[in-house]
């Protein structure tokens, strides 16, 4: 795996074509190649940090349990005063280095592009999927766009993020465990049939 490509491995773990159940209404899986950096705010700097944020990028920092901004630049809440900011993938560092200049001495950035792997789960039945795998309650009424939980899938740490409405979550896990949990969701979408293009 070279610098510039940190999610090569991981998307390797997906074979492209159709698998499992066939005649159904499959799922996608992908993996997206984009950089993730972590904001945390200073003791008592989270309304600088905002504003700083707002200043550079047009967007409030979201409130707990949602997302904020789109698809050049977006934000989860992920902790009190915390969040991932996630952008397509660009020169190594760049985001990391882009989000400590707006916000200065206001928050700690720490780049987790390679640490952390974002994988996309879409289609009419990914919220099925997704239930299998999770203990958050995914029902439009109480999870939809722009939501976002920390929970455990195959008993490891992952953050959902719910994009829109298809509906299609992206699934953040450390990279490190990836394959593990690679593995328990392609198990879990075989009843329904996936594919990985």
Known sequence: MSVSEP???VAA????????????????LA???V??????????????AAAAIKAAYGFDLPSPGRSAGGDA?????VQPDGWFLIAPRGAEGALARAVKA????????????????VITLSGARATWV????????????????????STQIAHLACTIHQRDAAPTYDLIVFTT?????????????????????
């Open 177 to 197: 465990f990836a394959k593990s949990f690679m593995e328990s969701l392609t198990h879990a979408a075989e009843e329904t049939g996936y594919v990985v293009s």
């Open 35 to 48: 950089d993730i950096v972590q904001l945390l705010a200073r003791k008592g700097r989270a309304e600088d």
């Open 31 to 33: 993996v997206r190649d």
């Open 102 to 117: 707006a916000v200065g001495d206001a928050g700690s950035v720490i780049d987790q592009t390679h640490g952390r792997s």
């Open 73 to 77: 630049l977006a934000a989860l809440w």
């Open 13 to 28: 773990l997906l074979k492209p074509g159709a698998h499992g159940a066939t005649g159904g209404q499959p799922v996608r």
């Open 130 to 149: 997704l239930a299998k795998e999770c203990r958050v309650d995914l029902h439009p009424a109480a999870f939809g766009p722009g939501r976002v939980a």
């Open 7 to 9: 999610h090569a491995a």
